[in-house]
């Protein structure tokens, strides 16, 4: 049973954009979805806010594996307007963001210092479904389904906020920032005075820029091919901002041929892993942030690999510890350093995340955010 104080709600039709099949291009919004009911350790939040980050695009299309029919959304932030069996460490009315790979705190990735590997709830999203339509089961996106006004998470997988952050902020932390100023914080650890390169300029891209520039990069040179996403680089730190053909002799400029200190890869394919490896100087580090196919498969020769003595690695969301990286954020974003708002491009309803994806996939916005108030 819910703790004293909870509202109970269990049953309640809630919207929500759902996805009925891999590889549609498009989103059914329907009003007949119902959140399943509240068991033990769990919380019930009442969803305020939630960006439209592209893999939810990449989890329509086959590239991030979802169990359908499903929920999609999973950056967002809300209300806790339900707690629990056991649940202590949240309270009704409490103000979280949504965390989408919750770290347990128990395991032995957590244990090691590697929260950001934790896997106590991920395989819950393909066998645990937060929502129901007609007594059948209806997954969340990666266990979260933040495209619906309310939903069900593991006490883990929210993470308390002051009263006083706008929802609207609070819900890119708890993807795209994180994942992109964490690669950059975390994963890469970057040096002041470096020369750093971003290789695609969405929301996670920019985030990357936001991070090395408050690291105290002195080069960052960003690669986009839609000229617009080039300008809203230069707008958030970066000190150059050119095509993938202008790159090469962008590079033996600012870095007389050496290539940069760190390169982070933003996209998720073989050819731009590839092209942020070889324009990384020897015995610096490339970072993978982008998500990419399964069957996209890169070449590295063993020679290179040997003579280069180059850092290649993933970050999986942003190599983050969530307890702690997620309240950094929002510090960083209250110093003015992390410009959260100046991200933000459109504003909309549930009833508009259709034409979302296609300005996404257009390079017409950073980051689109779906309020539900």
Known sequence: MPEAGAVAETGRSVRAAVLHEIGSSS???????????????????????????????????????VPVPAVLGHEGAGEVVEIGAGVTELAVGDHVVVCWSPQCGRCTDCANGKPHLC??????AFTDAPFLRDGQSVFGMAGAGTFAEDLIVPVDGAIKIDDDVPYDIASLVGCGVMTGVGAVFNAARVEPGSAVLVIGCGGVGISAIQGAKISGAATIVAVDMVEQKLEWA???????AV????????????????????????????????MAYDNTRRGGTTVVVGVGKADDMVSFSAFELFYGEKTLRGTYYGTANIRRDFPRMLKLWRA?????????T???????????????????????????D
Not at 39 to 65: E, F, W, Y
Not at 119 to 124: D, H, I, P
Not at 244 to 268: I, K, N, R, W
């Open 27 to 65: 989103l059914d919004i329907r009003d007949d979805i119902e959140v399943a009911p509240l068991t033990a350790g769990k919380v019930r939040i009442k969803i305020k806010a939630t960006g439209v980050c592209h893999s939810d695009l990449s989890a329509m299309n086959g590239t991030i594996p």
């Open 119 to 124: 896997m106590t709830y991920m395989m819950n």
């Open 234 to 240: 230069k707008q958030f730190g970066a000190t150059h």
């Open 243 to 274: 095509t993938p053909g202008q790159l090469q002799s962008t590079m033996g400029l600012l870095t007389a041929g050496a290539g940069f200190d760190y390169a982070f890869e933003v996209v998720g394919r073989s050819d731009t892993i590839r």
């Open 336 to 344: 003015g350093q992390l410009d959260l708002e100046g991200m933000i």
């Open 346 to 372: 459109r504003r909309l309803k549930l009833d508009d995340v259709n034409d979302a994806f296609t300005a996404m996939q257009a390079g017409d916005v950073i980051r689109q955010v779906i309020t539900f």
